[in-house]
């Protein structure tokens, strides 16, 4: 059985693990409420949670106010493939994982093609050119068949599988990420991409 | 993500996929933005499987595609194909099985990987079997996609395949009568590109102008090996 959508590139969309581990602040002030019973150690209570809803107040103001924690990005490409030329037009799927600081791909391009824009979507769910492509801290981003992508225009090489597709990733503050994508019949897309 | 609200190219992964990889506690608040449009994007393909689960009569265990509960049926619309002849959805489709979809030439990925999937499938399934099945694609995009557009466009992917345009109302005639959502235009870029957002799944029509299944972007060309010839031995999804 094939559930639509289930195990289909593009069909799902993976949230972050929310990992509500010991660091959970609602979980640990209503454990010490509990063990409070009278006078003092009521007052002594109040004051702990006071305090925990003040840490976890300026924790949230730091992490949305902080921007870069200065630790270099460290990115790295994987699963890179190319469908096959659709008129003039060649899209590219990578997986772009980042185990250091946030980064910001700025710009793509490639010897084949007169230029390589982003495609994103937008709110409604319409494709769209992006001017960018964020790749925040310690996150695995993956450009995947019906969703972003990378889209080659004005590729004159006529391209066949056994082909690759060479584009060069700019980054805003890392180096540059030279990835040689394999070009794969538009029909096996769908497959397991290649580890 | 298959039902008329949700079958629009990109919804599947309006965002690319991202993984937290165990983040302090001061860096998951920064990617909270990210997770907030991920949870949005997927309380809308959430929302589309409430719709088609809603539509949904009984298992559809044994089929790749998703069993409508109420079956769709071909409009009484007529477009132009692709020689410049009139073509009308319902009457022109009698007797032959039809697989139908929407889309524009300039689509970037969703349409193409559609039609090379099942182009690839029809062939594996031989000329015999191939032949009883009309694919039929409707451009969403009448001020590019020009008749003759659309013949070279679909002749990359298949010969055999239909391509049938139409003005605006006409479009939106058939969009309703088949019961999928509105194609939309976005927004038109520097160079004046600009994408459609339209419904990305496939019906299947059989002979008698009645489609009980239909199949989402993503349907690969094995899920098309096994079901077509089911399909066309008229078996019943349900």
Do not use: K
Request: hydrophobic fraction near 35%.
């Amino acid at each position: 059985m094939n559930a639509p959508g289930e195990d289909r590139p593009g069909g799902t969309v993976e949230a972050g693990r929310s990992d509500p581990g010991p660091s959970d602040p609602g979980r640990t002030s209503s454990g010490d409420a509990a063990h409070a019973v009278t006078g003092r150690g009521r007052a002594w209570a109040l004051g702990l949670i006071a305090l925990a809803v003040v840490a976890v107040g300026a924790a949230l103001l730091v992490g949305m106010l902080g921007g870069d924690d200065g630790a270099p990005p460290q990115v790295s490409a994987s699963e890179a493939r190319a469908g096959e030329r659709v008129g003039t037009t060649v899209a590219v799927y990578v997986t772009l994982r980042n185990t250091g600081g946030a980064d910001t791909l700025e710009r793509a391009s490639s010897p084949d093609a007169a230029r390589v824009l982003v495609h994103g979507t937008d709110e409604v769910g319409i494709m769209r050119t992006s001017p960018s492509l964020e790749v925040p801290a310690s996150t695995t981003v993956r450009l995947e068949p019906g969703g972003t992508h990378l889209m080659l225009e004005g590729v004159g090489r006529s391209l066949a599988p056994g082909d690759t597709v060479p584009v060069a990733l700019e980054f805003d503050r890392g180096e540059t990420l030279r990835i040689e994508a394999p070009v794969v019949p538009l029909e096996d897309l769908l497959e397991e991409p290649p580890g | 993500m298959v039902a008329v609200s949700s079958i629009r190219d990109a919804e599947p992964s309006a965002d690319p996929r991202i993984e937290s990889s165990g983040a302090d506690d001061a860096q998951r608040r920064r990617t909270r933005g990210v997770v907030v449009g991920i949870a949005v994007a997927a309380a809308l393909v959430a929302l589309g499987g409430l719709v088609i689960g809603s539509m949904r009569d009984g298992s559809t265990a044994s089929w790749s595609g998703t069993v409508l509960g109420e079956p769709a049926t071909l409009p009484d619309v007529t477009l132009t194909d692709t020689d410049g002849e009139p073509f009308n959805l319902r009457d022109d489709s009698l007797g032959t099985t039809t697989i139908l979809m929407f889309g524009y030439t300039s689509c970037p990925d969703v349409c193409p990987i559609n039609l090379a999937s099942l182009g690839s499938a029809l062939e594996q399934l031989g000329p015999n079997r191939s032949s009883s099945v009309r694919v039929v694609f409707i451009s969403v995009d009448p001020g590019r996609d020009q008749p003759e557009v659309v013949r070279s466009y679909l002749d990359q992917f298949d010969r055999d395949f239909v391509g049938l345009s139409g003005g605006p109302a006409d479009l939106r005639a058939a969009q309703e009568g088949v019961g999928v959502e509105r194609s939309e235009f976005g927004a038109t870029g520097e160079d004046g590109g600009y994408e459609v957002g339209h419904a990305s799944a496939m019906f299947v029509f059989g002979p008698d102008g009645t489609a009980r299944i239909v199949y989402p972007f993503g349907t690969r060309q094995s899920d098309w090996t096994r079901d077509l010839p089911r399909l066309l031995d008229g078996e019943v999804p349900a």
